[in-house]
Nanobody, 124 residues
Framework: QVQLVESGGGLVQPGGSLRLSCAAS????????MGWFRQAPGKEREFVAG????????YSADSVKGRFTISRDNAKKTVYLQMNSLKPEDTAVYYC?????????????????WGQGTQVTVSS
């Protein structure tokens, strides 16, 4: 079993930055691909970015490419999402997820473990 706890959300003005963290416990962190998803009110949960087990490859949704960067530190059992140039449409609850996979899944049903989410609000 893997437990995931997100942190770092908050209120930020448009154009600002935030860094989300997701700390894992239980299991062997390096065995899991990690992903970030988000869910805005009234919308379905959507893939934001993912990273392979070693951190050697990442993949991001088109909506965040060039603005968001996912990374991981396996020694600290933590995955990060650096978010720059934030827009009001980035407002959502952000979730991290883990999947026992050698690639980067993008579907919500492919992930085995989820955190509880952290709220990100982009507003002036």
């Amino acid at each position: 079993q893997v437990q995931l706890v997100e942190s770092g959300g908050g209120l930020v003005q448009p154009g600002g930055s935030l860094r989300l963290s997701c700390a894992a416990s239980g299991g062997t962190f390096g065995n899991y691909a990690m992903g970030w998803f988000r869910q805005a009110p009234g919308k379905e949960r959507e893939f934001v970015a993912g990273v392979t087990r070693t951190g050697g490859r990442t993949y991001s949704a088109d909506s965040v490419k060039g603005r968001f960067t996912i990374s991981r530190d396996n020694a600290k059992k933590t995955v990060y999402l650096q978010m720059n140039s934030l827009k009001p449409e980035d407002t959502a609850v952000y979730y991290c997820a883990a999947d026992f996979s050698a690639y980067i899944p993008t579907g919500i049903y492919e992930y085995d473990y989820w955190g509880q989410g952290t709220q990100v609000t982009v507003s002036s």
